[in-house]
């Protein structure tokens, strides 16, 4: 049992892990200028040698993008949280009784990664610069992806997953 808890405790951090790299690294959209040159934008910045904000990011014409910041946001927030009422319902929870409470949070996290990721793969083109539209996902877009089954599965384990001694 001990390491089943472990493994568990392990695939939710490694979770956390993909979720803030892929919320904070630079790399969803990767565009290259010349043979050396590459343009690394994430939800915030584009950067090349300086990081630049993203055109118009506070106009309501980049909404999606907003709401792609703020499910990213949410779902690390969401998936700490969980983390840490797994560890409280560890210690206070009866034997016999599942971790309910804590598969709710992780699989609302998973839900805000799929919003946004979706949200950010269907209206790249509306929140980017036009200089900036011929390019490709980059390696946080991937991560994000990623991370989406990971808090899912997390999500159903601890719905199955009942205390025991």
Same mark, same amino acid.
């Given at each position: 049992?001990?390491?089943?808890?472990?493994?568990?405790?392990?695939?939710?951090?490694?979770?956390?892990?993909?979720?803030?790299?892929?919320?904070?690294?630079?790399?969803?959209?990767?565009?290259?200028?010349?043979?050396?040159?590459?343009?690394?934008?994430?939800?915030? =910045?584009?950067?090349?040698?300086?990081?630049?904000?993203?055109?118009?990011?506070?106009?309501?014409?980049?909404?999606?993008?907003?709401?792609?910041?703020?499910?990213?946001?949410?779902?690390?927030?969401?998936?700490?949280?969980?983390?840490?009422?797994?560890?409280?319902?560890?210690?206070?929870?009866?034997?016999?009784?599942?971790?309910?409470?804590?598969?709710?949070?992780?699989?609302?996290?998973?839900?805000?990664?799929?919003?946004?990721?979706?949200?950010?793969?269907?209206?790249?083109?509306?929140?980017?610069?036009?200089?900036?539209?011929?390019?490709? =996902?980059?390696?946080?877009?991937?991560?994000?992806?990623?991370?989406?089954?990971?808090?899912?599965?997390?999500?159903?384990? =601890?719905?199955?997953?009942?205390?025991?001694?």
């Amino acid at each position: 049992m001990l390491i089943i808890l472990l493994s568990i405790i392990l695939f939710h951090l490694a979770a956390v892990i993909l979720l803030l790299v892929a919320t904070i690294y630079n790399a969803w959209w990767v565009v290259s200028v010349g043979k050396q040159e590459l343009i690394f934008t994430d939800l915030w =910045y584009s950067c090349n040698s300086t990081c630049f904000p993203v055109e118009n990011s506070h106009t309501a014409s980049a909404a999606y993008l907003q709401a792609v910041q703020a499910t990213m946001i949410l779902a690390t927030i969401l998936c700490c949280i969980s983390f840490f009422v797994f560890i409280l319902q560890l210690f206070k929870l009866q034997q016999g009784e599942r971790f309910l409470f804590t598969a709710i949070i992780q699989l609302l996290a998973s839900v805000c990664v799929m919003i946004g990721v979706s949200i950010y793969t269907q209206q790249k083109d509306s929140f980017h610069a036009v200089s900036l539209r011929e390019g490709s =996902y980059g390696a946080s877009y991937i991560l994000a992806w990623i991370s989406f089954p990971m808090t899912l599965i997390s999500g159903f384990l =601890y719905l199955v997953l009942r205390k025991r001694k």
